[in-house]
């Protein structure tokens, strides 16, 4: 990796990114963004991100985004876009660079993504099948996700969704651009498959509760039946599959918690944010 790598980030205006290019950008690196023309998002991007206009459905517009790179930060948008054009677009990454995190997920390290259901696990085996020095990094849900709650908590004092007492070990969206960042300029890497998630176990309702508690209101919970909330889900964009699946899984997480580890620690020198934090920053959207 040289002095100053060169670092693409596709996918780079969603919740990770942002973190993302800040964090490479702390770390010396020269930062490229993958973005579509007329993304909203882009201003949620640092200044000093270069800007390349390009489409992961289009591998040909990559071209002049990995022409010079050193390393890529790659992240599929499974809600907007297949991944049939994944091995193409992988194709021109080999081609150019040398290293490559992916940002995958925790369903497949505990065998819960076939590698035939077209996700993660899917982007996994064909990475491996290339000579590129890559990183895995399985992360468990996003601490971003509990933003699903927000318009509930701000109209009133109820959230109403399954499972509650389904206990995650969410991550900081931070915490996780911070270990790809370190994983991308630094060595000793290569071939790990990281299971990035947050410091602790919480049920959805203890973490609708911290909510609560930071802006000073007490928040409920209420369960419903998973099917009315696989129709909201669905109805706001979510495929059907995927909405089936993370309900499975929740209910899965009321017998037992998720799966979680101290890597965000490890990687990056210093402890990972809790909830009680990320909630804390983000509290105007609740209230």
């Given amino acids: 990796m040289t002095e100053q790598p060169t670092v693409l980030i596709t996918a780079a205006t969603g919740n990770i990114g942002p973190h993302a290019a800040t964090h490479l950008l702390r770390a010396g690196a020269r930062v490229r963004a993958l973005v579509l023309k007329d993304d909203p998002g882009i201003a949620r991007l640092p200044q000093d991100v270069e800007l390349h206009y390009g489409d992961l459905a289009d591998p040909d517009s990559l071209d002049p985004a990995l022409e010079g790179a050193d390393a890529v930060f790659w992240m599929w948008p499974f809600f907007t876009l297949n991944v049939e054009t994944a091995p193409a677009v992988l194709k021109k990454i080999e081609q150019q660079v040398r290293r490559i ?80 960042a370190r994983v991308l300029t630094e060595g000793g890497h290569g071939g790990r498959k990281y299971l990035v998630s947050g410091p602790e176990a919480l049920t959805q309702e203890e973490q609708a509760q911290i909510i609560g508690e930071v802006i000073g209101r007490s928040v409920r919970w209420e369960d419903v039946h998973a099917r009315e909330a696989r129709r909201q889900m669905v109805a706001t964009g979510w495929p059907p599959s995927y909405a089936d699946g993370a309900l499975d899984y929740f209910a899965m997480l009321t017998e037992k918690p998720e799966v979680g580890s101290s890597v965000v620690a490890e990687v990056t020198g210093r402890p990972a944010h809790t909830f009680r934090q990320w909630a804390e920053e983000h509290a105007d959207s609740f209230r």
Wanted: net charge negative; hydrophobic share 45%; glycine share 10%.
């Fill in 101 to 180: 995190a992916l940002v995958s997920s925790v369903g497949v390290h505990i065998g819960l993504e076939p590698v035939d259901n077209n996700c993660h696990a899917y982007l996994e085996k064909l990475i491996e099948r290339t000579s590129l020095e890559w990183t895995f990094l399985r992360t468990t849900g996003f601490m971003a996700n509990a933003l699903g709650f927000a318009a509930q908590i701000r109209g009133g004092d109820l959230v109403r969704f399954p499972y509650g007492a389904a206990a995650r070990t969410p991550v900081h969206e931070s915490d996780l651009a911070a270990v790809g």
